[in-house]
């Protein structure tokens, strides 16, 4: 049984990393002792190695321990073997980039499917629907696919915005971004706003958080689906 908490965000305004999940992180990662972080996406300017400190000091909040994937010399066996799974958000091209070059998406893909808890956060997050088309993200690099996990049948657009009325920006809105998406593609897309996160255990997937989310589908209306709604398509 599939068991993935997929959250729009590492950090919220005013908090720390993972802050504001930690509470719910650590009922997610009760049996687990380790957990497998994957920082391919990493934030601009920062390395693997910084990366993966700052997961470690969130995680031993909870009394977890977390390891880099780029500390094993075969990250296959690594992801095969993992008790448990994080995947931390940046840029989500150079992720996908990175699971496609490394070999390892498909073994993701598996131990998941299989139960390995996986949380995503950010691009983390965007990996989890059907394609990585939603993403906020410039393309820095050119993944051999777009195609991702497709552990939900929909995706995400994570960090989702609604339209300030009060600005004078004239750019398009995320809104009509997804719509233009919809032009040419039919898979729904979700806005997935900071703060809020999805519980899923197999096929139930569960709003969870402070905000309601954002459900776009093709030629239909937007729906705002509130917390603790069960999300059925």
């Known amino acids: 049984m599939k068991k993935l908490i997929i959250a729009s965000t590492s950090t919220i305004h005013g908090s720390g990393y993972l802050e504001y999940l930690l ?14 972080f994957i920082p391919y996406a990493r934030p601009s300017g920062i390395t693997y190695e910084a990366y993966t400190e700052i997961v470690k000091k969130a995680f031993a909040k909870i009394d977890k321990k977390a390891i880099g994937i780029h500390e094993f010399d075969n990250p296959k066996e690594a992801i095969q073997k993992a008790e448990a799974i994080f995947t931390g958000g940046g840029n989500t091209f ?5 699971l496609y070059k490394k070999g390892v998406i498909s073994d993701l893909k598996e131990v998941v499917e299989k139960g ?25 690099v050119y993944p051999p696919s777009f195609d991702t996990l497709s552990f939900i049948p929909f995706n995400i657009n994570a960090h989702y915005l609604d339209p300030n009325l009060n600005s004078k920006h004239m750019g398009e809105t995320r809104e009509t971004r997804i719509k233009e998406f919809h032009v040419f593609n039919t898979t729904p897309v979700l806005g997935l706003r900071e703060g809020s996160w ?7 997937i569960i709003l969870k958080g402070i905000l309601s989310a954002r459900l776009f589908q093709p030629n239909k209306t937007p729906v705002e689906l509130k917390m603790d709604t069960v999300i059925k398509l």
């Open 94 to 98: 150079e992720l996908v980039n990175q």
């Open 198 to 204: 999805l519980e899923v255990e197999d096929d139930l």
């Open 23 to 36: 509470p719910t992180l650590a009922d997610f990662f009760a049996k687990t002792t380790t957990i497998l």
């Open 116 to 140: 390995t808890p996986y949380l995503g956060t950010s691009a983390g997050s965007n990996i989890c629907g059907v394609t990585m088309m939603n993403t906020n993200d410039m393309p820095i």
